[in-house]
């Protein structure tokens, strides 16, 4: 015999949205640092005096946190 009851979830009530949150805010830090690491990773093979791949691996960065921000909060 099978009951249809709803199963309680063991969260408090506003963790599940502390948690989501949480992880869309970490995953664009990691985004923002990967493309900045990247950037300053070419620069210095290059060497040159302004730092213009690391400028731009933080603006890709940015751009692409700002993406998965919009698509991971946008409603179905």
């Given at each position: ?11 408090p ?8 949150y949480?992880?869309i805010?970490?995953?664009m830090?990691?985004c923002?640092a990967a493309?900045?690491l990247?950037?300053r990773?070419l620069?210095?093979?290059v060497?040159w005096k302004?730092p213009?791949?690391t400028l731009v691996?933080a ?5 692409g ?7 991971a909060?946008?409603?179905?």
């Amino acid at each position: 015999m099978s009951t249809d009851k709803p199963r309680r979830s063991l969260l408090p009530s506003g963790a599940k949205d502390y948690m989501r949150y949480s992880g869309i805010g970490l995953t664009m830090a990691g985004c923002v640092a990967a493309f900045t690491l990247f950037g300053r990773w070419l620069d210095g093979l290059v060497r040159w005096k302004v730092p213009v791949f690391t400028l731009v691996g933080a603006l890709v960065g940015v751009a692409g946190a700002m993406l998965y921000l919009f698509r991971a909060t946008r409603k179905p």
